[in-house]
């Protein structure tokens, strides 16, 4: 009975993680490159919208997933078009980053993580597995909501709706 109930336990915590609202400061200070091959931390891009809700995209121009989420996108930039839209692209291809970028129409500020979805301090504090994935960043600079995988996911409304 011990056994049963130690395992039970174990399953609750691991099931029971909570969710980061902030980024790790390593994370904070992942290096990303502009479409103009600037070089700018995630904490300055954030610091730059501070006051206005943030929907990150992390995506890449080979992921279908990615491509078929990019109307879905669209939608919400019409429907919330005060928020800032960060795509921050995987791509190891510089100029396949950029095509996509004009193929897809994907407006919003572009910056690519030069590491790729494995490496780098910022895809591991998400634990990035899938792409597409989306995050909320509130007013104040908090992640609303941690992660999603599809851009119709009803808790990126949610997190864009809450004042």
């Not at 609750?12 to 390593?26: D, H, L, R, V, Y």
């Not at 501070?50 to 995506?59: E, F, P, Q």
Request: proline share 4%; charged share 25%; glycine share 4%.
């Amino acid at each position: 009975m011990k056994r049963v109930f130690l395992l039970v336990f174990i399953v609750f915590i691991a099931c029971n993680k909570e969710e980061p609202t902030t980024f790790s400061e390593a994370a904070n200070l992942e290096m990303l490159i502009g479409v103009d091959g600037s070089k700018i931390t995630l904490r300055e891009v954030l610091y730059k919208h501070k006051g206005k809700k943030i929907l990150i995209d992390v995506w890449a121009s080979w992921c279908k997933d990615c491509i078929v989420g990019f109307p879905k996108v669209n939608q919400l930039q019409k429907e919330f078009p005060d928020v800032t839209y960060l795509f921050l692209s995987t791509d190891f291809s510089k100029p396949s980053w950029k095509k996509a970028i004009q193929k897809y129409k994907i407006k919003g500020e572009h910056y690519n993580l030069p590491k790729g979805m494995n490496d780098g301090d910022f895809v591991n504090f998400i634990n990035l597995s899938w792409l597409p994935t989306y995050m909320v960043i509130d007013e104040e600079g908090e992640i609303a909501l941690f992660k999603a995988i599809n851009a119709t996911d009803k808790n990126i409304r949610n997190a864009l709706e809450e004042n």
